[in-house]
């Protein structure tokens, strides 16, 4: 039997990280090759909640949340001090060795992969006695799930730019691979880390899972309902292996309904209930204390774009969303209004969790994958039960595609406004930023649809950034 060595501090530092490469090293995130000794039970509580704080730290990145909303204009930081928020973004392109590039963005996905395939190598030789073959199931499930999803946090950044497939060898330096080949490798992960979930039963993990999985509605430390969240991120890069160009992937968005239904509980098109909305899985955050991870968009230099006011229709009562504060100018633009989430640095905001998938997104999902697959009548209902739970009247079916497409991407902007990087995701893959059709923030606004390759990538490449695609 291959024996590995799991040190508590190894695992418990991934979330300390910072390579800007996606070589991580043993010392960042733990490899096979690093370890010596019996996998135990204890072994691997702390490697799995170690890749689970570092998908925490991919998820909340300025990178990930706060640039892409900037990027689709629902968005500013408008800072007299450090004006890159602007100038790199609305007014003009980022530097790729700048933070504004987001490198955070990159470097800390990649981390969690590599911590990620380092458990799931070594996890069969966990001391049986220990760990049981359902819970080495439920737990390799779940980690393959991260893996995927940490992926896909990436193409979420970085779209036709290109993305690597980590290599087995941490000394190698993977090429670019293609957004369609990354969305195939991320569907397949997917689907093998459901094979393990199945094959759970009805097991649960060997350790309990970070509060972001069982405090919102759902225990993720069950098996069963990791299936869930996995068919939903399934369904979810489904949609978007339909929506690809130029060789948008035949059969998805009927692919992405069984999935995103699988995920839903096998509820009909409008009839999920409002009141489980909020269920799903979060990263949580602690204010203080040995942890001390605040929520990182509580910062008075976070501003609502004016233009993301002015679009809310009457009575959607998603605007408690958004306040007022005083004046927020500088580098050309001005606002009045602030997330709520950002105004005031206090408790309930320092510890504000962010979804990772909740049920209202797979409804929103649903419904635009049902009105993508010609099935107008089912995704007005899906669309409708959250339209009609935040005080808006029902919309009757859309006559075209453009005008079921303007209503999704309407609910979808409100319903997970400051969660993640989903309106630039929508915006790029309908081709809706762009001059012409969104208005210019500034002078010589460059629209950018993604953020960089990071200088550091494209050193380790020597200048060849080339993305390859068979």
């Known amino acids: 039997m291959r024996k590995y060595t799991i040190a508590l501090t190894a695992g418990l530092a991934l979330a300390a990280g910072c390579i800007d490469n996606t070589i991580v090293t043993p010392e960042n995130s733990p490899t096979v090759d690093a370890l010596t000794g019996a996998l135990t039970g204890a072994g691997v509580k702390t490697l799995a909640l170690g890749v689970l704080a570092q998908d925490r730290s991919a998820a909340s990145g300025f990178g990930y949340v706060l640039l892409p909303e900037i990027y689709a204009r629902n968005a500013y930081r408008i800072d007299s001090n450090e004006p890159r928020f602007v100038v790199e973004t609305l007014g003009g392109n980022a530097d790729p060795g700048s933070f504004s590039a987001g490198g955070t963005a990159f470097t800390s996905p990649f981390t969690a992969i590599r911590a990620a395939t380092s458990l799931l190598v070594a996890l069969p030789g966990a001391v049986e006695s220990q760990v049981t073959p359902a819970q080495r199931n439920a737990t390799a499930g779940l980690i393959q799930t991260i893996k995927a999803l940490n992926y896909y946090r990436v193409v979420e950044t970085r779209d036709t730019l290109g993305v690597p497939i980590q290599a087995a060898d941490p000394a190698v330096v993977a090429p670019l691979s293609c957004k369609a080949t990354v969305l195939t490798y991320i569907a397949g992960q997917l689907d093998s880390a459901n094979t393990s979930l199945a094959a759970a039963g009805s097991g649960k993990l060997p350790f309990a899972a970070p509060t972001g999985f069982s405090a919102y509605g759902r225990d993720y430390n069950k098996a069963s309902n990791l299936i869930l969240l996995n068919r939903g991120l399934r369904g979810k890069v489904e949609l978007y292996r339909g929506l690809q160009r130029p060789s948008p992937v035949a059969g998805a968005f009927g692919n992405a309904i069984t999935f995103l239904t699988q995920a839903l509980g096998g509820a009909a098109p409008g009839a999920v209930a409002p009141a ?195």
């Open 276 to 470: 489980t909305f909020q269920n799903g899985a979060y990263v949580t955050y602690v204010a203080g204390g040995t942890e001390n991870t605040p929520n990182p968009l509580v910062d008075s230099k976070i501003g609502v774009n004016p233009k993301a006011v002015a679009a809310l229709q009457s009575g959607d009562t998603r605007a408690s969303k958004i306040i007022t504060r005083s004046t927020l100018a500088g580098s050309g633009l001005t606002t009045t209004y602030t997330y709520v989430g950002a105004s005031t640095a206090n408790a309930a905001n320092l510890t504000l969790p962010r979804a990772i998938l909740r049920d209202e997104e797979l409804v929103l999902l649903r419904a635009q994958a049902y009105f993508e697959n010609n099935q107008f009548t089912e995704g007005t209902l899906d669309l409708n039960s959250v339209r009609t739970s935040y005080g808006l009247t029902a919309i009757a079916v859309p006559a075209t595609l453009a005008a079921a497409r303007d209503a999704v991407l309407y609910e979808k902007r409100y319903s997970l406004f400051f969660e993640g990087p989903q309106r630039l995701v929508d915006l790029r893959a309908y081709g809706l930023l762009k001059a012409g059709v969104t208005p210019a923030e500034l002078p010589g606004d460059p629209f950018n649809t993604a953020e960089p390759i990071p200088k550091a990538e494209v050193d380790a490449r020597n200048g060849n950034i080339t993305v390859q695609c068979p």
